[in-house]
């Protein structure tokens, strides 16, 4: 979605729950899916990445308006997997 909306303001980001020692890897993988968008690691202890992140299960996509403001949180749960069609039909409009 990145390349796709990026001229019509979307902005992206990861973050990777990997630890340390697998950021080589995690850094790999982001360059095999062409990820150009800003990566970060977050190296904290798991309750505290939960914390910020507002959810213990990943992947997660979670959407922020343009005022930074938190608007949908999209994880899979036991019963059913988010997918990114659904993120990119929740996004799209708020593009306009």
């Not at 190296?43 to 990445?49: A, F, R, T």
């Amino acid at each position: 979605m990145h390349q796709k909306y990026a001229a019509n303001g979307l902005v992206c980001m990861s973050v990777s729950l990997d630890e340390p020692s697998s950021e080589a890897k995690s850094q790999e993988f982001l360059i095999k899916k062409n990820a150009t968008f800003e990566n970060y690691l977050l190296n904290e202890p798991d309750d505290v990445k939960e914390a910020k992140l507002g959810t213990p299960a990943v992947p997660a996509v979670l959407v922020f308006g343009k005022d930074g403001k938190s608007l949908k949180l999209f994880q899979s749960t036991a019963d059913k997997e988010f997918a990114y069609a659904d993120v990119e039909a929740f996004v799209k409009p708020l593009l306009k």
